[in-house]
């Protein structure tokens, strides 16, 4: 119990002195998962639409793939982006394993079925009659889908805040593509497991109390979006 | 000039087939209703017209240019023809948004929208309302905001499913007045679909009467309401009696008829022997508590077996060796101090018989 | 209605936050994406990491050379396969078998030592086992035969578990396989499949034996309840050699760590890393000489 005291304590101290790597590690974690919702969400928005607008052979069975992906393990996407973006691998020549920019890839994937699926029960669950009203109104399929997503704008966001949240909290993808590399790809969910493979279990804790206190701003803005409705 | 013909439409949904072989054209300028009871595929029929849905066989021209078929036509045509559903939805918007958007589909300069809008929103009545949330408008103040966004572009064509439907009499008003008036100004050529045969009687310069699918009728509104073509129509633009009768006689257009072993004369041009139904308004029987000389060729005597009060009329159910019924003012049936089982005498003129084969 | 402005703003601000977040990340990549060749990639054994030395040594190399040094941590098998893969420039690992193996396959042309220490057998104090004071290979018969006490094995082709199979082979034993299927069955024998701190950890819990090497014991020993058992025997010696990839795109940088690691100045830091903190130093420097064997 003691170790978990002098965690939380020295949580409190980093937090309140701004130690700069501990703020350094935050920071990057933040925005490393902050530019992965943003990928994920520049596809699952119009892809959802579309996915939702059109109806084809087939469609149950790719929405039921979708939400089975909800619930991927993090190494194996992590262990499928590592053999893509690996130097032996397909887009090894791209040279972004072990970079920040092969983590915002790996989480992006990681995050778009979830992302794609709630988007998708989002736009399902608009009035039918709006389709049927802008397509009446003139409306091209781009500009019909386009405000069929602006009609479910709230549930959409937080079908992108939940991907923020599922992003941040992941450390299979982060470790094995970005290698917890200190000062370069280490986030916090990295050093949480490097911190207490060395045995500094207070550091690693207080670096987990800030990953909650993330995650509860995070939480916090979900439910201001779905207490809109 | 027509601006718009359908031919042969036919549409399934599922096993359900909602049209069946439907064909009229539509002429620039006129009002056009469709009328029919709830269920019987108007709905369906606005929808091919706006080509929200495709046929599934059957062409749809526009300007004389086959457009099924044809995606880009199929668009264009939505572009040029607008429509209001019968319930109308309005986006989780502000009233201004809402009535810009077409507007802005068409990438109209900030500028012209903001000038269109403000003059769509005066002559709806709707001045003021521009920065309130669409959503929670009254259902009358939706159904304009529906009217002014599919107006806005102003269309060939409006389309209209159930304009009035669930609106109260003032609103009703209102809103006839100024589709009226926009179609007579703008030469808007109008669809309007309504289950209530009054309400197309009274915008409608044509009228189609659809039944399970089939387009059964199409004329002017005093062909459809006098002369229905068939006893489903009849009934349902409010031909009470209905009689089953047999030529007797046929002189130059004046026909005699055994009704119930009770002569009715009608015009018509029909052999002897014919099995006929003969339509009769029930406003068109004239009824009187004695036998006064009329003109009217059929008059008969008989007992009062119903009254019932309706507003300001009455109406009135004889048995006068056939049933009949007749429609007259409040006032004059208490004047007349009518009474169920008391005798009356009734009267109706030949021309008010409209009959057609068995 | 009243409330909506706020919902809006909290929208708004969220999605401020992920582009801003976005932009600032993109420079920070652009590193990656732009300028690989401008950061040095070393993939090291556990111990090197987990002790705190290359942490010491990382800032004191890109001072020297003007360049960006990225420590990744795995275990010598990680380590390797990434070398293999040309995903990595350098290797400092801890495994000579695999090493000549990795030569041999033409992956390195040469592996050069620079540091050396022991591996121990470390148990609890009481020693169930009664193996205290043995050979390591006798210590290895008497836990496979005496039913008493268990051990915790890595069991993740690291060079620590590499060791153990070495000592296993040499205690009599050349069939790896059937005596782990053997011993997990029988319930004596653990396999880890973590790093070595945690694999420390899980032998405290357990109350079980485990072989370590000296470097993270010594980092660990504050929180653990476990003492040397077994640390005499030529077995036990740890030798830590430095490789470049052949398939590395930054052959003179990656010599240049090389050079670094076995310059005298820096075999000082080795032999003196740790002293201030454990006591001894968990490293002796051994560059120059005749690799070590005793």
């Known amino acids: 119990m003691t170790e978990l005291w002098d965690g939380l304590v020295q949580a409190l101290h980093l937090i309140v002195t701004f130690d700069d790597e501990v703020v350094d590690i935050a920071w990057r974690s933040l925005r490393v998962s902050a530019a992965s919702t943003v990928l994920a969400a520049l596809i699952c928005i119009p892809l959802g639409g579309l996915i939702s607008f059109r109806s084809f052979r087939g469609k149950r069975l790719l929405i039921n793939v979708i939400q089975t992906f909800y619930s991927v393990p993090t190494v194996c996407v992590g262990l499928f982006v590592f053999l893509m973006l690996s130097r032996a691998g397909p887009l090894g020549g791209l040279g972004l394993l072990f970079t920040p920019s092969a983590m915002v890839v790996g989480q992006a994937l990681l995050i778009t079925p979830i992302m794609l699926g709630l988007t998708i029960s989002a736009l399902s669950s608009v009035d039918k009659n709006i389709r049927d009203t802008t397509l009446s109104l003139g409306a091209s399929e781009r500009q019909a889908i386009w405000a069929i997503i602006k009609e479910a704008r709230f549930a959409i966001s937080a079908a992108i805040v939940l991907g923020f949240g599922r992003a941040i909290s992941e450390v299979g993808v982060a470790m094995m593509v970005g290698g917890n590399i200190r000062g370069f790809t280490q986030i916090l969910t990295t050093a949480i497991a490097d911190e207490a493979n060395q045995g500094n279990v207070e550091l690693a804790l207080a670096l987990g109390v800030i990953l909650l206190a993330i995650a509860l701003v995070v939480t916090l803005g979900v439910n201001l979006v779905q207490q809109r409705r | 000039m027509s601006i718009m013909q359908v031919i042969d439409l036919h549409q399934r949904h599922g096993s359900r087939e909602t049209l069946k072989g439907v064909s009229f054209s539509l002429e620039q300028g006129e009002v056009f209703g469709i009328i029919g009871p709830t269920g ?142 926009f179609s007579r100004e703008n030469g808007t050529t109008i669809v309007i679909a309504t289950h209530e045969m009054a309400q197309g009687q009274r915008l409608a310069d044509r009228i189609g009467v659809i039944m399970e699918g089939q387009l059964v009728q199409i004329g002017k509104p005093s062909e459809i309401f006098y002369a229905p073509s068939d006893i489903r129509v009849a009934r349902f633009v409010g031909v009470e009696n209905i009689l089953e009768g047999r030529v007797t006689s046929n002189r130059e257009g004046l026909v005699h008829l055994d009704v119930h072993g009770r002569a009715v004369e009608a015009i018509a041009n029909r052999h002897p022997g014919d099995e006929l139904h003969l339509f009769i308004r029930p406003e068109d029987v004239v009824l009187s508590l004695s036998e006064a000389s009329t003109s009217a060729r059929n008059s008969f005597s008989g007992q009062i077996a119903g009254l019932a009060m309706s507003g300001p009329l009455a109406r009135v159910h004889l048995d006068c060796g056939f049933p009949l019924v007749a429609l007259i003012t409040r006032q004059s049936a208490e004047d007349l101090g009518l009474q169920v089982g008391k005798q009356a005498h009734v009267s109706f003129k030949a021309t008010a018989v409209h009959v057609i084969g068995q | 209605m009243t409330r909506k402005p706020l919902y809006c703003l909290v929208t708004v601000l969220v999605l401020a936050a992920l582009v801003i977040g976005a932009i600032g990340c993109s420079s920070e990549t652009s590193g990656g994406v732009l300028k690989p060749e401008g950061r040095l990639r070393v993939a090291t054994t556990t111990s090197l990491y987990d002790t705190g030395l290359w942490g010491y040594l990382e800032p004191k190399f890109e001072k020297q050379y003007d360049v960006e040094l990225d420590v990744l941590s795995g275990g010598t098998g990680l380590a390797l396969e990434w070398g293999r893969r040309g995903d990595v420039d350098v290797l400092t690992v801890h495994s000579k078998a695999d090493e000549l193996k990795f030569i041999a396959d033409g992956y390195a042309a040469e592996r050069v030592w620079f540091a050396c220490n022991y591996f121990l057998i470390v148990g609890p104090e009481d020693d169930p086992a009664g193996i205290k004071g043995m050979s390591p290979e006798e210590a290895f018969k008497t836990l496979y035969d005496g039913g008493e006490g268990k051990f915790v094995s890595r069991g993740d082709n690291s060079g620590t578990h590499s060791k153990e199979k070495a000592i296993w082979k040499a205690a009599g034993y050349a069939d790896y396989a059937a005596l782990t299927e053997a011993g997990i069955a029988a319930g004596w024998y653990l396999e880890a499949g973590r790093g070595m701190g945690d694999t420390l950890v899980m032998a405290r819990e357990l109350g079980a034996y485990t072989l370590t090497d000296i470097g993270t014991f010594l980092a660990f020993q504050s929180d653990l309840q476990l003492v040397p058992i077994v640390e005499s025997g030529s077995i036990l010696l740890n030798v830590y050699s430095v490789l470049v990839c052949a398939k590395s795109t930054k052959q003179e940088m990656a010599n240049n760590l090389v050079t670094f690691l076995t310059s005298p100045e820096v075999q000082d830091l080795i032999a003196d890393y740790g002293v201030a903190d454990y006591g001894q130093s968990p490293f002796t420097s051994c560059a120059g000489q005749d690799e070590p064997t005793s």
């Open chain 2, 40 to 181: 019987s595929g108007k709905t369906t029929l606005l929808r091919l017209l706006d080509q929200i849905e495709v046929p599934s066989s059957g062409r749809v021209y526009f300007e004389g240019r086959d457009v099924t078929g044809s995606p880009r036509l199929r668009s264009e045509l939505r572009r040029k023809v607008g429509m209001v559903l019968q319930k109308p939805v309005v986006f989780d918007a502000s009233v201004y948004d809402n009535v810009a958007f077409p507007l802005r589909l068409r990438r109209y300069s900030r500028k012209v929208v903001h000038g269109k809008v403000d003059t769509m929103l005066n002559a709806v009545g709707l001045d003021g309302y521009q920065r309130r949330n669409a959503r929670t408008l009254s259902g009358g103040e939706t159904q304009k905001v529906a009217l002014a966004r599919a107006l806005i572009t102003n269309p060939q064509a409006l389309l209209l499913d159930e304009p009035t439907a669930n609106l109260d009499p003032v609103s009703l008003k209102t809103i006839e007045e100024f589709i009226l008036r």
